[in-house]
């Protein structure tokens, strides 16, 4: 499901994270995984991360937290 036009403004508009921003997922199956923020994904509530192990997957934005500086 895709996010109304509001929460899509909002997220593009005032992003989270940026491209290159350390993230570390605080919630979920995947918890303390570290990673890099890439982008968002089409439905703005995801997010594409590369993973410490270097595989790129999406997790929601809402689960991330910052884990630092920028890479």
Request: charged content about 30%; cysteine-free.
């Amino acid at each position: 499901m895709f996010s109304d036009p509001n929460r899509i403004a909002e997220a593009v508009n005032n992003p989270k994270f940026r491209p290159g921003d350390r993230v570390l997922l605080a919630e979920g199956p995947h918890k303390y995984t570290r990673g890099t923020f890439l982008s968002l994904k089409e439905d703005v509530e995801w997010a594409a991360i590369r993973e410490s192990n270097g595989a790129v997957n999406s997790h929601p934005v809402e689960w991330l937290r910052s884990d630092g500086e920028r890479e």
